[in-house]
Each structure stands twice: as structure tokens, then as C-alpha cells.
């Protein structure tokens, strides 16, 4: 088990625009990421990967002009994300994921939105290590349940960079 805390900041936008990619608030994740073997083969790994997490959102107090809103709020928002990979050889690994949204209703001006997030999605992917420090993946996967009508599909395609100090430790006689 280990312990996550992340902070961004989507980015500033400008209210006069109607359509921002950022949103203009910074986000506070707190997560307790779990890796579990399932079993003892390192040839062909099997991992469950549980992630439980909650997000807390700041105030957008310049809301985009197609809110009329001085202030748009978000209540937090409770994630529970899960992988569960298996390593075909050292290198090439597939991983079928499903995660569980809860919470996230928005206000504007002190009035709720009515429109709690409870959700779940799933998907496929697949993934090969190049070199030691460089791996690529693809996934695709969209929304399976909906308690608001929510749809959607999404593909990913990622390139993973990791750095890691290799070098042996020496123990002292």
C-alpha cells in the first residue's frame, strides 16, 4: 500500500471565452494505491491494482460566460479504480480495468446542480515494454453504468517513461 497526494491546476482561462480547457480551480487527490500479486510466477505476473481516492475541488469564482454564476462549486468526488494485468512474457502485459465514480455535484451560486456523478467504466488494454526505461500502451473502454445517463468510449494511446536508480546497493561487511 502506498500513499498519494496530488495537487494541479487545470489552468486559467478567460470568462469571456465560451469554451476553456481549463478549470480555472485547483484540485486537491488524496489516494491509497494498493498492488497485490496474485500469484508467485514473475515470468507471468498476475496484479490487482486497487485505487481508492477522493478528490476535493476548489472554487471557480470567474466562471466561462455560459454561466451566469459568480461562483461555481464542486462537492468531492470518490473514485475507486481497479486493473487487474497479466504478463504474457517480461515485456508484453494486457490489464482489464473498471472504475467507480461517486459524488462530484456542482453548484452555482449556492444552488445545487442536482447532478451527482455515480458511474462505472471498464476497458481493455494492452501494453509492451521497448526498453528498460520505455513502455507503450493502448487502452479502450467508455462508460458501462450510469445512474444519469452519462455515455461515452475512449481510446488512449500512452507513452510511459520511467526513471528508477538501478544502481546496486553495497552492503557493508
Do not use: C
Amino acid at each position: 500500500m502506498f500513499g498519494e497526494v496530488r495537487l494541479w491546476y487545470s489552468g486559467t482561462y478567460s470568462s469571456d471565452v465560451l469554451f476553456n480547457l481549463g478549470t480555472n480551480r485547483v484540485t486537491l487527490q488524496l489516494g491509497l494505491p494498493m498492488a497485490i500479486p496474485l500469484n508467485q510466477n514473475r515470468a507471468r505476473a498476475i496484479w490487482l491494482e486497487v485505487v481508492p481516492s477522493i478528490q476535493f475541488f476548489g472554487t471557480n469564482n470567474d466562471p466561462s460566460r455560459s454561466s451566469t454564476a459568480d461562483k461555481v462549486e464542486q462537492k468531492p468526488l470518490f473514485i475507486v479504480e481497479n486493473h487487474l494485468s497479466y504478463n504474457f512474457t517480461p515485456t508484453l502485459w494486457a490489464v482489464a480495468n473498471l472504475r467507480f465514480q461517486y459524488g462530484g455535484e456542482t453548484s452555482a451560486d449556492d444552488v445545487e446542480d442536482d447532478n451527482t456523478i455515480t458511474i462505472l467504466g471498464g476497458g481493455l488494454g494492452i501494453g509492451y515494454q521497448v526498453l528498460p526505461p520505455l513502455g507503450i500502451a493502448a487502452d479502450y473502454g467508455g462508460v458501462l453504468l450510469s445512474a444519469n445517463g452519462a455515455k461515452g468510449t475512449m481510446f488512449r494511446l500512452s507513452v510511459i517513461f520511467t526513471y528508477a536508480n538501478l544502481k546496486k546497493l553495497k552492503t557493508k561487511d
